[in-house]
């Protein structure tokens, strides 16, 4: 089933990389690095981070891949339909969804419990006991209080939920910085070489792999990515790219923290740490490289950020992915709906509960939904990782924006470490993570829930049942033109023919364009105005470009008066002017911009286009072209129209768009730049072309 993507790209290259690498690094670094440390040494945490981190670049690099061939809503989703069909995607799905709702969950009891630390007394009025934690209306009250507020803004957009991602990552980036310098600078290696082996399984080995069992936990994030990408505005190949620098961040991130709180603490003082009621080994570090204990609470700010960066990246993970599965109609269609601020407000609701649900349980019994959670997540990046390989030996001509080299080494090894690490958790053993019996009945139950969906959904909506979603998406902005270097295979030979194409900024006209010009095989000419400018009036190519935006440039040149002034403008517009003619004498031609319909008036075969969107569409084409922000990218945009506008107006004494110039005048917007694209096609051919006039360039 095709249709148009419901979602807004609102979401750039930073956005994306925010959400990915705050919802990895969390908070597990402040209250773990202790565990990790007195587990295996310094070099045995080293290793195991490595290991982890090796093992999730290689199912990144699967992720990568597939997201930029398949960015649609739902990753996994999407990944093992394609590749395995319906019940192989819903089995997948189902175990991520598990990742990411109760990852989001834990963090609505993790966050009260950090409060206390920074505010001791702020447990009040003790309510019971589960799982030998004491629950208090206090921090049931917070957890649900804040739970509310990220479902909100998470409700509101994604953009909105990026903005705050941005904010809190900066400071536990800055938190985390303060750490690393301080322990460089007043640390001794001496507190390194002391401990740097440790072995509390039994023997050294066991004690990386007992680390190397906590990495997947650590490094869950990456995957939200894929989750979002129908609302990321931003090159389908860079996104792969993204995805890869966001892992790659995340283990150095973690290699730091571990050098830094071995660099200043000898094992003595890590033990010590640890066997004291708080046992923030992080916090305790930074006290002791700055001398203060006001710094550890500037830490522990940092780590609580990091608490709402992952859940609010994990509650946007977890609701794409019901939205997938709800649009597929593999759980109630409700869940594959969008609200009026275009996101899947059933799904972030449903999430949004189960966060609400947490903080009454306390985080004793919640240890025991994340550690499920993490095999959860673990079996998803194995069942991704097997549709990479099935998809590369099934569809090796399906288009790949992002192609990961050797890709039949990098799908083995993914597929051997994600099954390594899901053995982890099964096999019990001394080095081993194995899930304890209560974990077991967390996944039981959660495993009973998704046959039920499966089933019942089969019977109500029968042969809809896993229904294949398609979307067929926009040529994303930054993609367009490379898809029409491919295309330069035919030659036309017919009646002569102009079609000059005028647009606003960020409206898709160059591309559009280059696609017309390229389906015929005939010339395209944009920038090359310039260069043929340059070679006429024998002026630094920087002025020329200068003046080709903006009216009234002067520029100095030497006479045997000394130096004099011209106005640059006018010299570039009468050189264009004879540039553009002779353009549409030699031959057939597609001419953009520099208000050619206008100098070929008096052609009787020229076909004068005019292309433009709304603003809000053009702005976010400029985001992704650019890689900017919203804010700089609508300054550019306006900033180019009013050049543009006074440039035109300056030429032809009309406005831009003018209907009575224009033959036809066209919203991108409307049908897409492809279909665009092939509307003009088909009018240029009616009007001008016969099937025999295009000949392959060959012949």
């Given amino acids: 089933m095709e249709q148009n993507s419901k979602f807004d790209k609102v979401m750039g290259s930073w956005d994306i990389l925010v959400i990915a690498f705050g919802a990895m690094i969390g908070w597990g670094w402040v209250i773990n690095s202790g565990d990790w440390i ?13 290991i982890g981190g090796l093992m999730v670049f290689f199912v990144g690099l699967t992720y990568a891949e597939l997201t930029s061939a398949m960015p649609q809503c739902g990753g996994e989703h999407v990944f093992s339909y394609r590749a395995m069909g319906p019940t192989g995607s819903f089995v997948c799905t189902w175990m991520i969804i598990l990742g990411y709702v109760a990852t989001a ?10 409060i206390t630390y920074l505010f001791p007394k702020f447990n009040q009025v003790y309510l019971y006991t589960i799982a030998g934690k004491d629950i208090y209306l206090t921090t049931i009250l917070l957890g649900v209080g804040v739970a509310i507020l990220i479902t909100l803004i998470n409700i509101k957009g994604a953009k909105t939920a990026a903005v705050l991602q941005t ?17 460089a600078i007043n640390g001794d290696s001496g507190n390194v070489t002391g401990q740097m082996w440790q072995a509390s399984t039994g023997n ?18 990456f995957d939200v990515i894929p989750q979002a990408a129908e609302e990321i505005n931003v090159p389908y190949k860079k996104i792969g790219k993204i995805m890869l620098l966001s892992i790659f961040l995340a283990v150095a991130w973690y290699l730091l923290i571990i050098f830094a709180v071995c660099y200043i603490m000898p094992g003595s003082a890590i033990a010590k740490e640890m066997a004291s009621q708080n046992g923030l080994v992080s916090a305790k570090a930074i006290e002791i490289a700055f001398h ?7 830490l522990i700010i940092g780590g609580l950020c990091g608490i709402i960066t992952s859940w609010n990246s994990f509650l946007m993970g977890g609701s794409r992915a019901l939205y997938s599965m709800g649009e597929s109609l593999m759980i109630p269609k409700m869940f594959g709906k969008l609200g009026k601020n275009k996101t899947p407000e059933a799904a972030i609701i449903l999430c949004g509960i189960a966060c609400c649900i947490a903080p009454f349980f306390g985080r004793g019994v919640l240890v025991w939904l994340v550690d499920a959670a993490s095999f959860g997540c673990v079996i998803a990046y194995m069942f991704v990782s097997i549709s990479f390989c099935i998809l590369r030996k099934t569809k090796p001509d399906m288009d790949r924006p992002y192609k990961a080299k050797a890709g039949k080494f990098v799908g083995v090894m993914a597929v051997a470490m994600a099954a390594f690490m899901t053995l982890l958790y099964i096999i019990p053993a001394s080095f081993s993570a194995a899930l304890v019996w209560q974990e077991w009945i967390v996944v039981g139950a959660w495993l009973a829930l998704g046959v039920f969906f499966y089933f019942y959904s089969k019977s109500k909506y029968g042969a809809e049942f896993g229904r294949d979603i398609f979307i067929v998406s926009e040529t994303s902005t930054a993609d367009a033109a490379d898809k029409t270097a491919e295309q330069q295979t035919k030659k036309y030979t017919g009646k002569h023919f102009v079609v000059t194409v005028g647009c606003e900024y960020g409206s898709g006209g160059p591309e559009i364009a280059k696609m017309v010009a390229d389906h015929f095989g005939i010339e395209y000419y944009d ?3 310039v260069d043929k400018v340059v070679e006429r009036i024998g002026v630094a190519k920087g002025l020329v470009e200068e003046a080709d935006t903006k009216i009234g440039v002067r520029y100095g040149f030497d006479t045997s008066y000394g130096v004099r002034y011209a ?6 517009i009468d050189a264009q002017f004879q540039a553009i003619r002779d353009f549409a004498e030699k031959s057939s031609c597609v001419i953009v911009g520099r208000s050619s319909d206008y100098i070929l008036r008096d052609r009787d075969d020229v076909l004068n286009v005019f292309v433009y969107a709304p603003e809000k569409a053009e702005v976010a084409a400029v985001m992704a072209k650019e890689g900017m922000n919203e804010r700089k990218a609508t300054a550019k945009w306006e900033e180019v129209e009013k050049a543009q506008h ?17 033959n036809i005048l066209i919203d991108s917007s409307l049908l897409g730049w492809e279909k665009t694209a092939e509307l003009i096609i088909d009018i240029v051919e009616q009007k001008y072309v016969a099937a025999e006039d295009i000949v392959d360039a060959a012949v």
């Fill in 527 to 529: 920038r090359d105005l």
């Fill in 38 to 50: 007195t587990t295996s040494g310094f070099m045995g945490s080293i290793i195991a981070m490595l």
């Fill in 204 to 221: 050294t080995l066991g004690s990386v792999f007992k680390v190397a069992c906590m990495t997947p936990f650590l490094f869950i994030g």
């Fill in 567 to 572: 106005n640059l403008s006018n010299r570039v």
């Fill in 167 to 183: 904010i809190l990552t900066a400071i536990i980036a800055i938190a985390g910085i303060l750490l690393v310098v301080g322990s």
């Fill in 646 to 662: 006074a440039r035109h107006a300056y030429i032809t004494g009309k406005k831009r768009g003018d209907r009575h110039t224009r």
């Fill in 105 to 114: 969950a834990f963090e609505a009891t993790a966050l009260p419990t950090v």
């Fill in 292 to 298: 203060t204990p006001l710094m550890g609470k500037v």
